[in-house]
């Protein structure tokens, strides 16, 4: 079970944003926000997000979002006129999302510099990793929130005890969508996207045969593969596939060719990058000894995805849709 993440809220008007230890946004920071708006029902609000407390008193109005299944959900809710930067993007976003990201600023291929995401006067910063929030990075939370800059981690994310998801679900994923739309004063379009989600998984029957299938990430010597917890796991699950690293309880895990050998998957699903594409890992796999003869290299059969859809967030469904209409077509 996941952690309760909100909490009642009783914040002063000004801005008050606090990290778990404690460390709290000073008075000048406090001076200078805003006062609550009590046309926003629901604000002042307080979420428990990954085990820090961020704490808001109106909708951010200035986001800067750091991986693509942060800055996607944005762009979903119909909010990229409050984008004021992206960055770490995973993949090329959607088409139906780029005109509404046209002109936001992209501040970096990774995660940002502090300096840079204060250049741009962000209210919430939103990560879709933990890790973005480092010193060498976007600057840690709790000193982001001591200079009145808000946030926040997709809990999909999260990895702390309590917090990492034991198994994640679409409920799981839908959950988070509507809690950033509360976070966001975007309830409506929140409801709207999840059941647009539903729609889609909805209309996918799971494949017939329970086929063994291996979710090739990234990695040549030793592969990164969807393990058993996280967002992989999820869209096979669902797909009816049978994970052959679904006993190993992480998100992602190494696992060797001689075990992969050994599980002989019957689809391989690739995932594409620019630094490591569908294409590169096919000739990998077909070019080794002890994977050429792997059941799925021999019949060719390889589903591809862009890396976004990898992780959890607004493209799990179309993948999941995306997948079995590639499956559907190899088999005739």
Not at 130 to 148: K, P, Q
Not at 279 to 287: C, V
Request: with cysteine.
């Amino acid at each position: 079970m996941r952690s309760s993440r909100r909490a009642p809220a009783l914040l002063a008007a000004a801005l008050t944003l606090s990290a778990c230890g404690g460390e709290a946004a000073g008075p000048s920071a406090a001076e200078a926000a805003p006062s609550a708006d009590p046309a926003h029902a629901g604000y002042p609000l307080a979420i428990d997000n990954c085990g820090t407390d961020v704490e808001v008193a109106q909708p951010p109005q200035r986001i800067v979002t750091i991986k693509s299944s942060a800055t996607e959900l944005v762009l979903s809710l119909g909010l990229g006129d409050r984008l004021v930067g992206t960055a770490f993007a995973d993949s090329p976003l959607p088409g139906s999302l780029e005109s509404a990201a046209a002109g936001v600023p992209e501040l970096s291929d990774g995660a940002p510099s502090q300096e840079a995401v204060l250049e741009l006067e962000p209210d919430l910063v939103y990560a879709g990793w933990e890790s973005a929030f480092s010193a060498d990075g976007a600057g840690e939370r709790g000193s982001l929130h001591s200079l009145g800059v808000g946030t926040y981690v997709s809990p999909a994310a999260c990895q702390g005890a309590g917090y990492k998801p034991e198994k994640l679900d679409f409920e799981a994923v839908f959950d988070d969508i509507r809690e950033a739309g509360e976070l966001f004063d975007a309830q409506p379009a929140a409801d709207e996207l999840v059941a647009q989600q539903q729609q889609v998984l909805d209309s996918v029957e799971p494949v017939d045969g329970a086929p063994a299938a291996l979710w090739y990430s990234s990695g040549t010597d030793t592969p990164f593969v969807g393990g058993g917890t996280g967002a992989p796991a999820m869209i096979m699950e669902r797909l009816g596939m049978e994970n052959i690293a679904s006993d190993v309880e992480d998100t992602w895990t190494s696992l060797s060719w001689e075990v992969i050998a050994e599980r002989d998957p019957e689809v391989i699903i690739l995932i594409d990058a620019e630094w490591n594409t569908a294409e590169d890992k096919i000739h990998r796999l077909e070019s080794s000894p002890v994977t050429s003869e792997l059941r799925a290299v021999r019949t060719g059969s390889y589903l591809r995805l862009p890396f976004a859809a990898s992780e959890a967030g607004v493209r799990n469904a179309e993948a999941v849709a995306e997948l079995a209409e590639q499956l559907e077509a190899q088999r005739g």
